[in-house]
């Protein structure tokens, strides 16, 4: 394990606290084990959706999905996992870089555009989610607000800017600046916003702040603005939601998704795990849901209360340009962020 993985994962590893153990109800004999980082609750219907239409047992291990990498990286052949599901494409990039996973079969890689899947086809995009800004319009006019992220680091925003680096979802951001503009530029602006950046532990955190006015914009994940408002209702909310215009990779499409390991010991019902994640129930409970990412399989609209995609034009960088969060890591640890 590189520096950068080693210190993201002792990070997410201190956020998380501890593995959850969480066995799901189900009938039959077959059983399957499932790393999950993604969201507990969504994936909690997900599997009992799924339990009872297959018969099929799930037994649940709850983490960050970058920790749960790292585990799966350390156990190799002895990994007692037979499916991983994580919320961004570095950490499945980089088991597939390592040969720890199976190729899917070739109806499951169907149900969804190629786009969402690796180039080996050993992993499957089950949702989206897009980077964003939460703004206070009492504090920064929309007018103001910056056209590329890259801006954030200028000395205008100093002291304006929430963001968490420690939170698993700001690396495949600095991911995106490195392929998009070099690392080089990555670094720069990783210390213009170590000098004008209010810390926080969590996006959830950065939302939060934002909307009681502590700072005027925060970087996060389009979903956790969403969230907030659930949470407090309409009237609470005195923020607003931006998405950067002309697929600046300040708002990055990142696809969350499933593979099946190759050392699994139950491959046919970890295979149907994975093709029923891109199916018509799993997605349609995606979109009825309040987990607020996209639904990757076509025809399935996400929850109407978000913005449609195509208002939105995200960057969308292939997986392979995304990379693994190597050298994103290191980067976040080298520039003091963290």
């Known amino acids: 394990m590189t520096r950068g993985r080693r ?15 969480a066995g799901c109800g189900g009938s039959g004999g077959s059983s399957i084990l499932l790393y999950n980082g993604q969201h507990p609750q969504v994936t909690a219907e997900l599997v009992s959706a799924f339990e009872k239409q297959t018969g099929i047992k799930v037994e649940v291990r709850t983490n960050d999905g970058i920790v749960l990498a790292d585990q799966i990286l350390q156990e190799g052949g002895a990994s007692p996992a037979d499916v991983y599901l994580t919320e961004n494409s570095p950490e499945l990039e980089n088991l597939e870089q390592h040969g720890l996973l199976a190729r899917l079969e070739a109806s499951t890689l169907a149900q969804v555009p190629s786009r969402y899947e690796s180039q080996r086809g050993e992993w499957a995009g089950m949702a989206l989610r897009i980077s964003a800004l939460a703004y206070d319009p009492s504090l920064v006019s929309s007018s103001r607000l910056p056209k590329s992220l890259l801006e954030l680091g200028e000395p205008r925003w100093r002291g304006r800017v929430a963001l968490a680096p420690t939170d698993s979802d700001f690396v495949p951001l600095v991911g995106a600046v490195i392929a998009a503009y070099g690392k080089a530029t990555a670094v720069r602006w990783l210390a213009g916003l170590k000098r004008n950046g209010a810390l926080y532990q969590s996006d959830e955190s950065v939302v939060s702040a934002v909307n009681d006015g502590s700072v005027a914009v925060g970087i996060i994940n389009h ?27 300040g708002s990055l499409e990142n696809i969350s998704g499933a593979a099946v390991l190759k050392t699994s010991a139950h491959m046919r019902e970890a295979q149907e795990f994975v093709r029923f994640l891109l199916g018509p129930t799993a997605q ?28 939105i034009a995200p960057a969308t960088l292939s997986p392979k340009t995304l990379g693994n969060d190597e050298q994103a890591a290191a980067l976040v640890q080298e520039s003091g962020l963290a």
């Open 7 to 21: 210190w993201l994962a002792g990070v997410a590893g201190a956020l998380a606290l501890a593995a959850a153990l």
């Open 223 to 249: 979903y956790y603005w969403y969230r907030l408002r659930l949470e407090v209702g309409a009237a609470g909310m005195h923020s607003r939601l931006y998405f950067f215009p002309n697929r600046n990779v």
């Open 284 to 311: 349609g409970i995606l979109a009825r849901g309040y987990d607020f990412e996209y639904p990757t399989r076509p025809g399935v609209a996400p929850n109407p209360q978000v913005t449609p995609l195509s208002r």
